[in-house]
Structures are given as C-alpha cells and as structure tokens.
C-alpha cells in the first residue's frame, strides 16, 4: 500500500511532492462531468514520468484484431478510449527557462482534491537562479453545470523576484494513447482556427469518425491590468497565445483560461464551430468565479442526496466520499447512450465503456442515491444494444435470437481481445436479468419489462437454454468451458454461480412472462409478435431449470465452484508470503490456474445475490469455506465479502473489507492505481456500507434495515431515494432512526421492527 496522502474528511491532498508516485496522483486527481474528464496532470511542461490522457464520453477507436481462422467469432477490434486533446496545456518561462518540476525542486508544494466542490487546486514556490520567490497557484474545475465547459485559473505571485514571466495556454489535439501501436495516432485534423486571445482546434477520430472541436479564450492580468497577447500560434492541430511581461516583488500574474468542447455525439461537426464559439462566448461572459460558483452548486445538490457521513473514522470517511465522488464524475445518468467504464475518465487501460460491472454494482448505488430514471437509463442502455446481443450469439452459433452480451463493448459489439473473457465468462449475461429484477425490486416499477426489458431476458434465457447441454453420465443439464467470477479458473465445467445464475434468469424470464399475459395482454401480445416466444420454449426451458447440474460436496455441504475444485490443493491466502502477493504480479498463469486462490467473490457472488435463497447457516459454511482462499486481486471483490461479514456479524473482517474497497485507489492496494482508478467497483463501497453495514434490503416491498455499527465508528448516516420518498437514515451507539423528509407515509422494518414513517 502506499499512504502519503493526507486523510481529511472532504479533500486528498499530497502534502510534498512525490514524484515516485506521480502516476498514482494523476489518476487520484482526476476530474469529469460525465461528458469529458482528464487525468490529474499538471498545465505546465513535466519530463517527469507522467500518463497524459483526456478524454471524451462514448469516443473510441476500434483497434483492429488479428486471430487465426480457427478462432471463429472472435472479436474483429479491441475498443480504445481514446486520449483527446490536451486543453489544460500551457508553458511557462522563468527568464527563459522552462517550468518544470522534473528539473526544479518545487518548495512548500501541495496538491489537493476538493471532493466537496469537484475543484482540483496545487500550490508551490520556485527560487529562480536570480533570486526571490515565485509562489504559483493551480486551480481547475470541469463544470458539472455546464457539461461543455471547463475553466483554469493560474496565479503566479513575486516575492522578491524581479524578472520576466511569460505564459503560453495552448490547446494541443497532436496526441497518442499510451498503448497505442507504433505510435499510431487516432485522431485526423479538421481544422484550427484563432483571433486575439481566442482559439480552437477540431479533429475527427480514424474510422469512427467522431469529431471533437475544442474551443480555448485566455484571459491574462498583471496586478489586475489585463494584457494583450504578444504572439499567438496556429499550426496542425496545435494553438496558443503568448503573454510576457516583466514581474517585481509583489507583483500577480493571473491567467483564466475558458474552455468549451464539444462532440459530433452532441453538436454535428458542420455546426461545432459556430455553435462553440456561442457557448464559449457565453462562459466568458459569465467569468471564472460565477462559473466556479454554479459548478460548486451542482456539487452540492449531488452531495445532498449521495452523501455517507461517517463519525468518529477519518480514514473511512474520506475514503466513501472519494468513491461516491468519482462515480458521479464519471456517469450522470444524463444520456442512455452511455455507460459506465471501468476507468471512466482516468485512464485507458479496460479498453470499452462497458462492463457487468454497471449491472452488478452500480445500479445498486444509483437507485439510492438518484432519480430512478438514471438507473432506468443503464437498463435501457442494454436495450438498445439488443439486436446487437443477438448478432453477437449468432456469430458462436446460436441461434432463435438468443443473445450474448459483450464482456466488454462500446457500442453493442463485442471487442475485448481475451479468449476466455470474451467466449468463457458468459455468467456476465445473467448480470443483466439480474439487473432488471433489482430495479423492479427496488423501484416497485413494472413499466421496464414491458418496454424492453421482458424482450432482453428472452433473448438471454434462449442463450441460456442453447448454451446447456444433457449430461447422460449425470442425468442432468450441464454447462461446459466457461470461467465464472473468479478469472483464476479458466474454461471450467459447472462453475457453481453461471449454473444457477442461468437456472434462474430462465425462471425469472417464464415468472413475469406470465405476469405480463395475465396483467397486460395487448403489450405481450406486442413482445411476442417481436420475440416469438412459444409454449415449446417455456416447456424447454423448465425442464433445463429443474434438471440443472449445481456442484456440491455433502462432507463440507457447500456448493463447489466447478467440477474438480477440490481436486486442488487447498491453503489459505494468510499461507502466501508477502513476497508472493499479488500471486497475478508474481506468479505464471499457468501457476495460477493451477492453485485454489481465488481472485474475486464467486460462489460467495450468487449467495450474496440471492440471499434470501439460503439460511444464515449455509452462508456462514460458504463464506468460512471461500473466504480464506481469496486473494481479492479484484476490486470488485471486497464489498461482497464486507457485505456477508456483516450479515454474518463478523466485525473485524466486514471493517477490513469496507476499508480495502473504499479506499482501493487512495492506498493503491493492488499497486496498479497509476493506470487509472476503478470506477465501476466503486461502487462497492457504498454498498459495503448501506447493503452491508445498514443492512438495506427490499423483501416482499419492504424496505429493511438490519444495522450494524462497525468498530471504532461513533455512528453513520445516508440518504436514500425509495419508492418516491427521501429518507434519512441515522445509524448510531443507540440504534437506527429513519426519517422520511420527501413523500408518502409507508411502513418499513428496522432491526426486526415494523415502523411508521
């Protein structure tokens, strides 16, 4: 782990400069709205070891593919975030010299994420060779009120020094992702364009064709007098503006740099330039600290329904706020187009915007603490990518419209480029039903089903029903090759969790099936004119669901992960030296593959799923029994573990898991936090604390609440969005107190107790 960060209840700030773990603080200080977003870079120039990247909501580039002809159906591209144009560029020369903190020791620096005000600001001190004192601050948003705009605020103060300053902001579209091949670059010029302090550069993407135009107005004052640019620069996919002037002690230097940009997803590029320079326009008028102030506003209003406090823990509540935080930076429900990608906007390893990560972990998250029409809009996202689910299934030869969704896409097609990800872990088309049930759950809305949704788990229960086969040897329906969860098991028979989870997506799909025959007939009647559902199909499907094959071993009565788990030789992952870990750092694949380590929950994934399946016994034999062999190289597996040891009482292991999740990324727990955050898991620890310390269920309609307070916490709260109501959830040394502050009365259940609100 590395802890250099200062723990603060609302910012992370980097008190010295690290430049050893540089890389780690640009993902950490990244910043988004949900449009764009960028890593936390510094403006000026840094040699320094450093992962550029900006970039832009649903741009990609499809890189292509290359297999043999044996691997038919393999995935024609890997989808690559692509890294836009640098906009928060700009040099800065001390009497000819170069700012850089590679080359410059940089004095009192500190770095600091608000995370209340979505403002990421730094501050440091240089002694030039000619004496005295420059003292810089940094100071960037991009605004969550306007998801075209961004702005900077530079401020270079004397003390003692006496000299010239010049400053440079530039836009710079002249740029290469870290993996790119060969250097290749991914982005062909549209045009530039510039007039007295303003500027714009436009590119458009190699064959996707997605044009981004980016629009820059510079605003610079020495003690307070604006000064007039004294060059300006237009060359390939590159502009910027030259100020100089001559500083002495006491004197400011402030620059503003406005930008707006704007994609072909949202503006066509015929109309970008003109459209830009309108919005643009309308952001300068406004100014910095208006623009700064509707930006905190938005912040707030987000924060008033998302907010966890936490007393009497610095450490955990720093940690849920940072998670909360980058999640809402990186998807705001706004556009149904979108989703949300396991790096958002602070890296580009993951290529794709799409995991089973959004299904499993972030629509729990946004169904409490949004509208449910954001949650709404991740369903309606899969929706959309329906025929393209079907095609996918076509092309590994299924068939009758069953469909496979991607392991990882962008646009409905499948692009990850790892066999057993994309052929294997198919347990990602369960995710999806599971989805629509927790939202039905949750919301109490049924409307879902009938507008896409009963269409979607057709579709997946066929691939279900296709992907089975009969077993004589064992009379009864197996499933072969795949790799469940736990991605240390490659191409497994009878992964546990893809068994019942196909068990019951079939159920499910057959359940509101029949409910929409008996409920809304002119609406099934519409579906099954699309899907072709027949009486053949339901009898199909129910005799795979009550003959389906669920390894189990009777000595320990617990279900077994696939066929052959035991064969292994079982140990414990205390058992590891430190030396070891992590074993997908230290050890070969085949080594992996080989032992009983477990990456990520996977059996304890379906019990934490379907809960109410299994008796607090069983669950206890299961977690006792997998626990202690996972490694937790995922970050997507901690909040599952914090949410069973809660369940199961077990303080010390649920508060350990809580922190491992929450603070992943601040602590760089897998040592790979310099590629980029993980959003999707982040989620995970809003879980951990309101499914998993609050207890927070939905049974048969009712809200539940079976509380737990963690060791060495005073007490915690939250707000919820339920049914069309607002509550307030107070959990302390004396119990739990939920107040209802928005809509109708309604009953709920609290530690056993059925109460009034």
């Known amino acids: 782990m590395k802890q250099y960060l200062q723990h603060h209840p609302w910012q992370v700030i980097e008190e010295g400069f690290h430049p050893e773990y540089h890389e780690v603080s640009e993902s950490i200080c990244s910043l988004g709205n949900g449009r764009f977003g960028l890593r936390g870079n510094f403006e000026e120039d840094y040699s320094g070891k450093s992962l550029r990247g900006s970039y832009f909501a649903g741009v990609y580039y499809p890189d292509l593919t290359r297999v043999g002809w044996w691997k038919n159906g393999y995935p024609e591209y890997f989808a690559k975030v692509l890294n836009g144009v640098n906009w928060i560029g700009m040099h800065i020369t001390i009497d000819g010299e170069r700012l850089d903190l590679a080359m410059m020791k940089p004095e009192r620096f500190t770095r600091t994420l608000d995370m209340e005000k979505g403002i990421l600001t730094r501050t440091f001190d240089i002694r030039p060779a000619s004496g005295g004192i420059l003292s810089f601050s940094f100071e960037r948003f991009c605004s969550m009120a306007d998801p075209d705009a961004a702005a900077i605020r530079v401020s270079i103060t004397s003390e003692g020094y006496k000299g010239q300053i010049n400053i440079e902001p530039l836009l710079d579209f002249d740029v290469h992702n870290k993996d790119s091949n060969y250097g ?164 580009e390893k993951y290529g794709g915007s799409t995991y089973w990560d959004t299904e499993a972990y972030c629509i729990p998250f946004y169904l409490g603490t949004a509208d449910p029409r954001i949650s709404r809009n991740l369903l309606v996202y899969r929706y959309l990518h329906l025929a393209r689910a079907i095609e996918n299934a076509g092309k590994l030869g299924f ?172 140990m414990h992952a205390d058992q590891l030296p430190a030396s070891e870990r992590p074993i997908n750092q230290k050890w070969s694949w085949d080594r992996i593959l080989r032992s009983c380590f477990i990456k990520q929950a996977d059996v304890l994934q379906g019990i934490y799923f379907f ?15 997998y626990e202690p062999m996972t490694v937790h190289e995922s970050s997507l597996s901690p909040c599952v573990h914090a949410i069973l040891a809660s369940r199961l009482g077990r303080s010390e292991k649920a508060n350990e898991m809580y922190l491992r999740t929450s603070r992943l990324d601040l602590d760089d727990y897998n040592n790979d936090t310099e590629d980029g955050l993980h959003i999707t898991s982040m989620a995970g620890s809003w879980m951990s604390v309101v499914r998993g310390f609050a207890g927070m269920k939905v049974q048969d309609g009712i809200l539940q609440f079976d509380t737990h307070l963690p060791e060495g916490w005073k007490g915690f709260s939250f707000k919820i969005h339920f049914r069309g109501r607002f509550l307030h959830v107070v959990i302390g040394q004396s119990g739990c107190q939920v107040t209802r502050q928005q809509g109708d009365p309604m009953d709920i259940m609290v530690d056993g107790e059925r109460i009034k609100l």
Not at 475 to 485: C, I, K, S
Not at 557 to 570: A, N
Request: charge should be negative.
């Open 184 to 347: 290749d670059q991914f982005w062909l010029r549209v045009n530039e364009a510039q007039d007295e302090a303003y500027s714009m550069v436009s590119a458009i993407t190699k064959k996707t064709d997605f044009t981004v135009s980016s629009f820059m107005h510079a605003d610079v004052r020495h003690n307070g007098t604006k000064l007039r640019e004294d060059k300006s620069f237009l060359t390939k996919m590159k502009a910027s503006h030259l100020f100089m002037t001559e500083m002495k002690s006491g004197d400011q230097l402030v620059l503003e740099k406005t930008v707006i940009h704007l994609s072909s997803l949202y503006v066509a590029a015929e109309q970008q330039h003109e459209e830009g320079r309108k919005k643009l326009q309308e952001q300068v008028n406004l100014g910095y600290e208006s623009m700064r102030n509707k930006h905190i506003e938005a912040w707030k209003n987000i924060w008033d329904g998302a907010d966890i406090v936490i007393d009497g823990n610095v450490s955990a509540q720093q940690g849920i706020r940072f998670n909360i935080f980058h999640l809402w930076q990186t998807y705001t429900g706004a556009d149904a187009r979108l989703n949300i990608g396991p790096k958002g906007f602070t890296g």
């Open 399 to 570: 068939k009758n419209g069953a469909a496979l969704y991607p392991m990882v896409t962008i646009n409905g097609e499948e692009c990850h480029n790892e066999w057993e990800i994309t052929f294997e872990e198919i347990h990602r088309n369960g995710a999806m039903v599971y989805a629509i049930y927790d939202y039905i759950r949750y919301t109490g809305d049924t409307s879902y089903l009938l507008e896409g949704g009963l269409e979607v788990m057709i579709g997946i229960a066929r691939f279900w029903s296709q992907r089975v086969n009969y077993s004589e040897e064992r009379q009864a329906w197996v499933m072969l090759g795949v790799t469940g969860p736990n991605e240390y098991e490659n191409n497994v028979n009878n992964n546990w969790y893809t068994n019942y989870l196909a068990r019951w997506c079939m159920q499910y799909t057959l359940e509101q099936i029949e409910w929409a025959k008996q409920h809304h007939t002119a609406a099934w009647e519409k579906i099954n004119t699309t899907t072709g559902f027949n009486d053949a199909e339901a009898r199909d499907w129910t005799e795979r669901i009550k003959g389906m094959y669920l390894p189990y071993d009777e000595k320990r009565q617990v279900y077994l992960q696939q066929d052959g788990f035991l064969d292994k030789e079982l």
């Open 611 to 625: 809960e109410d399946h299994f008796d607090l016994q069983s669950i206890e034999r299961h977690f006792d029994f």
